[in-house]
């Protein structure tokens, strides 16, 4: 069912792309011109929204079942335990810890200039933006290559022979730290990406140790598994990214590969479940610090400076953007679910934003991907050349050290209009699985509709704040 309702919005797309006045794609310097103006794509955007929501409710007017829908396995146990496929397993970890140590030796013993050495390329973009773009396709391919948790399981089943880490630790998770510290980590972790020093790879490298050692010794502490599911940022952040992605990896309690199997996009956020408000918050915050890294680059954010910076300063007038951001997105957030709360009479605020928050996983996505797009495909060949020179001491191992950027891989229309596409492609996403969710916790299917004309205000907003945002850094280059 929900299969034939993708195949029918992709047909809509094309009924209406086109938008406004001069506009250069950031990282040109290209001038395209396009034919309407900014505001006909956000009506169009929004109008689409609406009209996927309309066939929703033509096409998904039964209580549809989630875990019906049977999924193709690619591997199972047999497959993964023979010879070949754990050849396969060892290289995979054996390069993943190696490109990890090199990252941290770079860091520390190479050039400081970012664009000359292994460490800030590798972690910025290839990493952070890369793997986020790549694994709401793929899915959750972390949960193989974390290098951390490579190192720790090599620890605790080869050297001190205690495998019983990988499950439980010395000490019971507190449950009054919840999902705080991924909370606080991540508020961190995107300080130094849009305020701190994050491009120094002497920093990043003094941080990733850091980071590594903390890690290490709370898996000892709480478990490996429970430290990765409630403690550890970014195996979270992949887990969550990654349900979206078609590929549905499974493990064993022992942290191994189980099962590998195919699914819908749709069904593995569909089944994810959200026990408490403190991941609420950080689901929110994923998806306003990503929301403010494109904001600062707008004339509106820039206006906010010239009025805060002499008073506060940079430091301050930016951190205080990572703040409230994601502050007003949870009120918002929050406002919207008392309203669906008012309306049907059925659940309390609290259970309706636990259980739609992951339906706003595909806007975060779909931001991501379209904030990012012409950067991975550009910035992203700064490591060609440092595969050859990781240290920047001159070297040319493979040859590739002499290879200058191709800045006309991607042109402006391009970028634009997948832009476009991306985001609305992504609410639309967002529409579906906040309507699976209202199906699972309202009675009747009268109560649904009503519950998700709220949620779908919600959606045609940020919709068109999106497009806003990503297009005012090209429309006032």
Not at 326 to 346: D, N, Y
Request: hydrophobic share 55%; proline share 5%.
């Amino acid at each position: 069912m929900i299969k034939k309702i993708f195949f029918i919005i992709s047909g809509i797309l094309f009924l209406w792309i086109g938008s406004p006045i001069n506009i250069f794609a950031h990282g040109f310097g290209e001038r395209y011109d396009l034919p309407i103006p900014l505001s006909f794509f956000l009506i169009g955007a929004s109008l689409t929204i609406i009209f996927s929501f309309l066939i929703l409710l033509l096409f998904y007017n039964q209580k549809e079942k989630i875990n019906d829908f049977k999924a193709p396995i690619i591997l199972n146990q047999n497959t993964i335990n023979n010879i070949p496929f754990k050849i396969i397993k060892t290289f995979v970890k054996i390069t993943s810890v190696f490109i990890f140590l090199l990252i941290i030796l770079t860091g520390y013993l190479g050039s400081n200039n970012p664009i000359e050495n292994f460490s800030a390329p590798m972690i910025w973009i290839i990493w952070w933006v890369g793997f986020g773009i790549i694994t709401p396709i793929i899915g959750d391919f972390w949960k193989i290559l974390n290098p951390i948790k490579i190192i720790f399981s090599f620890i605790v089943e080869k050297i001190i022979k205690q495998p019983k880490f990988l499950d439980t630790g010395l000490l019971k998770y507190p449950k009054v730290l919840d999902v705080w510290p991924i909370i606080f980590s991540f508020l961190l972790f995107s300080w130094f990406e849009n305020v701190g020093n994050g491009s120094s790879p002497l920093t990043l490298s003094i941080l990733i140790t850091f980071y590594s050692v903390l890690t290490i010794t709370f898996m000892f502490l709480f478990g490996c598994k429970t430290w990765l599911e409630k403690g550890d940022v970014f195996s979270v952040y992949y887990h969550i990214m990654g349900s979206f992605g078609i590929f549905n990896i499974s493990q064993n309690q022992n942290l191994k590969i189980s099962q590998i199997s195919l699914r819908l996009p749709v069904l593995g956020l569909a089944k994810l479940k959200t026990p408490t408000i403190p991941f609420v918050i950080f689901h929110i915050i994923l998806l306003g610090t990503i929301s403010f890294d494109g904001l600062s680059e707008t004339s509106l954010w820039s206006k906010i400076e010239i009025l805060i910076i002499p008073s506060f300063g940079r430091i301050i007038t930016e951190s205080f953007g990572i703040i409230i951001i994601p502050t007003l997105f949870f009120i918002l957030l929050w406002i919207i679910c008392w309203v669906i709360s008012v309306i049907t009479k059925e659940k309390t605020p609290e259970t309706i934003i636990t259980s739609l928050i992951f339906s706003l996983t595909p806007i975060a996505i779909a931001y991501h991907i379209a904030h990012y797009l012409s950067y991975i495909l550009i910035t992203g060949q700064l490591i060609i050349p440092l595969i050859s020179d990781p240290f920047g001491f001159g070297w040319n191992i493979f040859g590739t050290a002499d290879y200058s950027l191709n800045i006309g891989i991607i042109n402006a229309k391009t970028a634009w209009y997948s832009s476009v596409i991306i985001i609305v492609l992504g609410h639309i996403f967002s529409v579906i699985i906040a309507h699976i969710k209202a199906k699972e916790i309202f009675s009747k299917n009268s109560i649904v509709i009503k519950s998700q004309l709220p949620f779908l205000i919600l959606m045609i907003f940020y919709t068109a704040l999106s497009l806003w945002i990503i297009s005012q850094p090209i429309i006032n280059h």
